[in-house]
């Protein structure tokens, strides 16, 4: 079911129903399970509308509409039309995973609460938006729904740490390494006991080694007073400015407003405030493909309950090494030849407008005067896609850290980190080799070696 290179984060029927606190006594608990499944395939658009049948029947047993207990007849009547959505989008959803396991989980749904598959069905409802002039946090919102207050009372200013991913792809993890990685296919960047983000990566060309992230989904999980659990989705030519359930904000607790939804430009860059984790998320669209941005407390960061599940948490750890791109080897089988012979001889697919290398330095010092590794990743990404826009891809990945990294003496680095055999399950920083001096000749070979 899956394609070569992808890992599913929870898989079958069991899985649905497993994921979250409670599952399997509630409506809710398979939730995280489905919004995952729905990003663990490279495919960047799909007429398969099981997100909307999600959607809606989300809205429908959550919040303010949730009803008085699972075994009411309004709870039936939800399954029910649960039921009916993806029997409409059944000829669409033909050998997709995410529907598959909810066909599945809504027959042991009913099953166990006795609901009859004739009867009734419920209209989805829209959910309530905040009134006009509620954009502030309210002032008696609970105390526990602000990170810095609830948290560190009597302690110092925590410690913010940032994670990033742009281009095709790099990656900045938490811990300030720099690594390119190969990564087709759906990866988990973030799990803890907060929020789970997962990219999906698809080639950029057909064929093409060089992959950059098509879709991005983000949960947020239910928290005491504060939030409601919230699923962000955003893929390809889709950046929206709201949940997937239609709502900007946490739901109808209390402290609601203590998770928000910004759109700071239209179609092309949205940020999501976390005040109960203290946590600040900017999503992008540049070009066609996504980037992603977070900073958060380093208490966050760690709160995970088992570690050693957390192996692909990338952001945490870094790329798998078979996922890295081994600069090194690179240079060695590169060195003495030249680079646009290689490029020659390359089976791969060439990019429809291919930069010389000197025209790539020079659009890429336009917008990065500073030769460090977002410059460097800059001129990489025009090497291999031949895309201008991952110029700028570079660009705002680094005015993201310039955000929302706390500490300033680390906006710029220089050397790429790439892990040892023995110590990439560690996630130790290591000492790293310069990039730049390598380019050239060994970008040719990014086929053989990815």
């Known amino acids: 079911l899956q394609p070569p290179g992808e890992r599913l984060v929870v898989t079958g029927r069991a899985g649905w129903m497993g994921m979250g606190r409670g599952a399997g006594r509630s409506a809710l608990g398979f939730w995280p399970t489905l ?94 938006l905040p009134p006009a002039g509620d954009s502030q946090e309210r002032s008696d919102s609970p105390e526990i729904c602000h990170y810095e207050k609830s948290f560190h009372k009597h302690s110092a200013t925590p410690n913010y740490t940032h994670c990033g991913l742009f281009g095709d ?17 759906a990866w988990p960047l973030i799990d803890n006991n907060y929020l789970n983000v997962q990219v999906t990566n698809t080639p950029v060309l057909p064929g093409s080694a060089a992959t950059a992230t098509s879709k991005l989904t983000i949960i947020f999980k239910n928290f005491q007073e504060c939030v409601d659990q919230k699923v962000y989705q955003a893929e390809m ?46 999503v992008r669209q540049v070009g066609r493909y996504l980037t992603f941005a977070v900073r958060m407390p380093e208490e966050v960061v760690n709160a995970v309950e088992d570690w050693d599940s957390q192996g692909l948490y990338l952001c945490l750890r870094g790329c798998p090494l078979n996922q890295q791109i081994d600069f090194q080897a690179f240079h060695t089988n590169a060195e003495g030849t030249g680079a646009r012979r290689l490029a020659a001889a390359s089976p791969a697919p060439t990019a429809p407008e291919t930069f010389p290398y000197e025209t790539a330095v020079a659009k890429c010092k336009e917008k990065l005067p500073v030769e460090d590794l977002y410059y460097q990743a800059c001129v990489f990404d025009l090497l291999t896609t031949g895309d201008v826009n991952f110029t700028l891809a570079a660009y705002y990945a680094l005015e993201d850290v310039k955000m929302l990294h706390s500490n300033k003496d680390k906006l710029h680095l220089y050397e790429r980190t790439r892990d040892l055999p023995g110590r990439a399950a560690a996630g130790l920083p290591l000492a790293a080799r310069p990039l730049l001096g390598a380019l050239v000749p060994l970008l040719a070979l990014l086929p053989v070696f990815c």
């Not at 490279?42 to 809606?56: F, G, H, V, W």
Request: positive net charge; proline residues 5%; aromatic residues 8%.
């Open 35 to 128: 919004a995952f499944l729905l990003c663990s395939f490279p495919a960047a658009t799909s007429p398969c509308k099981i997100l909307k049948c999600n959607s809606e029947f989300w809205s429908a047993t959550s919040g303010s509409h949730a009803p008085a207990s699972d075994d009411t007849p309004e709870f039936c009547a939800a399954l029910r039309s649960y039921a009916l959505c993806t029997r409409r989008t059944a000829r669409t959803c033909r050998g997709d995973l995410a529907y598959h396991s909810a066909v599945h989980g809504i027959e042991d749904l009913m099953s166990q609460h006795n609901c009859s598959k004739d009867g009734p069905t419920s209209q989805p409802r829209l959910r309530t």
């Open 169 to 185: 792809p790099h990656l900045r993890t938490f811990t300030d390494r720099f690594q390119t990685c190969k990564v087709q296919g």
């Open 237 to 282: 030519d889709e950046l929206p400015a709201a949940f997937v359930d239609g709502s900007k904000n946490g739901g109808d607790k209390h402290g609601a407003n203590s998770l928000k939804i910004t759109e700071k430009v239209s179609g092309q860059h949205v940020e999501i405030q976390a005040k109960y984790i203290g946590t600040t998320i900017v």
